[in-house]
């Protein structure tokens, strides 16, 4: 197993409480719904540029953070009208595919703001207008985005300009996943309307998550999806069973952050695991939860694994059909 790169514990530490900062700020003020969304904004952010052995450039720091801000703004924004959440489910995960194959510094970014669209809705649930959601939302990624900067031990990685160059070199080799991708994004966001759960979105983020260009890859994220879904699930559902007031709640989430951290995104049945109790952790609000969240997580996480591995499958099998009639 690689080990952290030195200093990576504290500054892993360090990112993790900018995570939780907003949200133990609003349990302490009695505005828990402003500083959830503040978190989740950092939380996202953390995500996209989770690397501890390198901080990325400012510009690519912006560049991702204003890409989550929009995706967040526009999920808020279509939040209550079906059919707009669905069309941009599609085009957001198309964006995510395309970034998938071809790379570059905003591909996490990419995939992370797919989730910001989704759960936008969500987070609207606690009555908030989309406009605030969306600027508590946006405070929280600048927040993390500078503490990312300042945290960092050295800046990695080509220009801008570079990296734009390379990154649309090759985009033209991505449109058939991201073709795919949002037809998955666009069949499990229309599922979960149909579903009558109050995080039914979790099943598109699933999908979104687990499909990757090559089958066995997805095959062998979806594996880590549910073991990690199951697990992180269980022992969310064992801390939140009995209530416990929202300033612990915010620390725990930063003590799972900066484990989450230092397990790293290559280790994804782990990650899984830990970004399963954080969503625990921020959609329990004042740490009124008990098993049937848990339950509904991984229940919804099982359908978007199937769906992201059913549909590429139908898609192959379509197009080969097509090209046996006309060849």
Avoid at 64 to 88: C, K, N, Q, R, T
Wanted: charged share 10%; proline share 6%.
């Amino acid at each position: 197993m690689t080990l952290p790169p030195a200093g990576a514990p504290l500054i892993a530490l360090l990112r993790a409480a900018a995570v939780a900062a907003p949200m133990a700020a609003g349990a302490g003020t009695g505005h828990l719904g402003p500083g959830l969304a503040c978190s989740f904004g950092a939380y996202l952010t953390l995500a996209a540029f989770s690397s501890l052995a390198s901080r990325p450039p400012v510009t690519d720091l912006l560049a991702g953070g204003a890409l989550l801000s929009l995706a967040g703004a526009a999920g808020a924004a279509a939040a209550h009208a079906p059919a707009a959440v669905v069309a941009g489910a599609a085009l957001i995960a198309a964006l995510q595919g395309l970034l998938d194959v071809a790379g570059g510094p905003l591909r996490m970014a990419a995939a992370m703001s797919a989730l910001a669209f989704l759960l936008a809705g969500v987070n609207l649930a606690q009555g908030a207008p989309w406009w605030a959601y969306a600027g508590q939302f946006a405070a929280g990624t600048l927040w993390q985005a500078l503490v990312i900067a300042s945290t960092g031990r050295t800046v990695t990685g080509p220009g801008p300009v570079t990296s734009l160059r390379r990154t649309r070199e090759r985009l033209r080799d991505g449109a058939p996943f991201a073709a795919t991708l949002a037809s998955i994004g666009a069949l499990a966001t229309g599922t979960a309307w149909l579903i009558p759960l109050s995080h039914a979105v979790w099943l598109a983020s699933s999908a979104l998550r687990v499909a990757k260009p090559a089958p066995e890859a997805s095959h062998s994220r979806a594996k880590a999806r549910v073991l990690g879904t199951l697990g992180g699930g269980t022992i969310a559902a064992l801390l939140l069973t009995p209530r416990i007031p929202a300033l612990l709640l915010a620390l725990l989430a930063a003590v799972t952050i900066w484990v989450m951290q230092l397990v790293t995104a290559a280790r994804y049945g782990w990650w899984t695991l830990c970004l399963t109790i954080v969503a625990l952790l921020f959609g329990m609000e004042h740490g009124a939860g008990d098993w049937e969240l848990a339950a509904e997580r991984v229940a919804l996480t099982l359908g978007g694994v199937a769906i992201a591995l059913a549909v590429p499958a139908a898609l192959s099998r379509l197009v080969a059909a097509a090209r046996a009639r006309t060849g």
